[in-house]
């Protein structure tokens, strides 16, 4: 089970840093990943890491304003954001164990190619 935390409604500008949280499993041993859903966009990838990796991939549109990491117990990851913008409004997902392919969908649908998926915190800019 994933569950994430740290979703909250700031100002454009803020920072925040969302948590995710693995239980029953150790997150060290999957490849992991955020996604977000914003208004009338796709689901989309916003930061992956391999399995047992300490490095991480983040889409241009977003180097420098996002940052993945791994907690030193391999039992969390973090995503930390910087400048919030109103466009970064949305539900944020975090999952484990990519068992298929993400490309065009929401991310109701997205949960469905990984074996774990949390249950989304939503982050507001205004």
């Known amino acids: 089970q994933l569950v994430e935390s740290g979703g909250d409604s700031v100002q454009a500008g803020a920072s925040l840093r969302l948590s995710c949280s693995a239980s029953?499993?150790?997150?060290?041993?999957?490849?992991a990943a955020w996604y977000r859903q914003t208004q009338g966009n796709e689901c989309e990838r916003i930061a992956s890491?391999?399995?047992?990796?300490?490095?991480?991939w983040i889409p241009a549109s977003l180097k420098g304003r996002f940052t993945f990491s791994r907690d030193s117990a391999g039992n969390a990851t973090y995503l930390q954001m910087f400048n919030l913008k109103p466009e970064d409004t949305g539900e944020y997902y975090c999952a484990a164990g990519l068992t298929g392919t993400v490309v065009g969908m929401s991310c109701s649908l997205a949960a469905n190619e990984y074996e774990y998926w949390g249950q989304g915190t939503q982050v507001t800019v205004s």
């Open positions: 029953g499993f150790t997150f060290d041993d999957f490849d």
């Open positions: 890491s391999a399995q047992y990796s300490k490095t991480s």
